[in-house]
């Protein structure tokens, strides 16, 4: 079953980047951990929450990057090239034109699309320069902005997880129900914001969007 974004989305990266801060601040990465990389920075959040040290998380796209002319490095090839796993929105476009070199020169490499089973928004809608609509345009990839979407996300990743290292099932299940909690405390704590505001309109710098709070 699918589950909408929550109207209530620009208040949780705020929140998000507060506990990344202070995540990346206490953990110390093992490098010669197993590797995944990941296309964009929530997502390294999302899956250290659920690996805990048993991966080095590397993130593909550069903070303030653009993600519809973003082309990889030999860096970030190399690192690509270590990695066990690629976890994906599926929605970006550098994602788009680059995942099939990806595979095709990476043999083996689970790829990960962790926007499946999320009912997405509209409102992502943008032209290139001769006027011709961008694949996929009309939906909103920002998918990290949602408790409930970060759910669903947190369950894909874990199957993937237990798919590629089974012998730490336990412990990233147990790091999935607590993620989970966290993201209920979250979302409740917006709805308690949001309360009083029934019935107006607000705008999403993010992701450039007019919500509406039901």
Wanted: glycine fraction near 6%; charged fraction near 20%.
């Amino acid at each position: 079953m699918k589950t909408k974004i929550h109207s209530s989305s620009s208040f949780i990266i705020f929140l998000l980047i507060a506990i990344l801060i202070t995540s990346c601040n206490q953990k110390e990465i093992n490098h010669q951990s197993r590797k995944i990389t990941v296309s964009i920075l929530p997502q390294k959040f999302l899956v250290e929450q659920l690996c805990g040290d048993n991966f080095e998380v590397n993130v593909l796209l550069p903070p303030g990057a653009n993600h519809e002319t973003f082309e990889p490095t030999p860096g970030d090839m190399r690192n690509l090239e270590n990695a066990e796993l690629y976890i994906s929105t599926g929605l970006l476009d550098f994602e788009r034109n680059w995942l099939p070199r990806f595979t095709e020169s990476r043999t083996g490499l689970a790829v990960i699309n962790t926007s499946e089973g999320i009912d997405l928004l509209g409102g992502h809608h943008h032209e290139d320069a001769e006027n011709h609509n961008h694949e996929g345009s009309g939906l909103d990839p920002h998918i990290w902005l949602s408790p409930s979407a970060m759910k669903l996300q947190a369950g894909t990743i874990v199957n993937a997880l237990n798919n590629i290292d089974s012998s730490k099932k336990e412990s990233y299940n147990s790091n999935l129900i607590a993620f989970n909690q966290l993201m209920d405390s979250i979302d409740h704590r917006i709805r308690q914001i949001l309360s009083a505001s029934q019935g107006k309109s607000f705008y999403d710098f993010s992701s450039g969007t007019c919500l509406f709070c039901p």
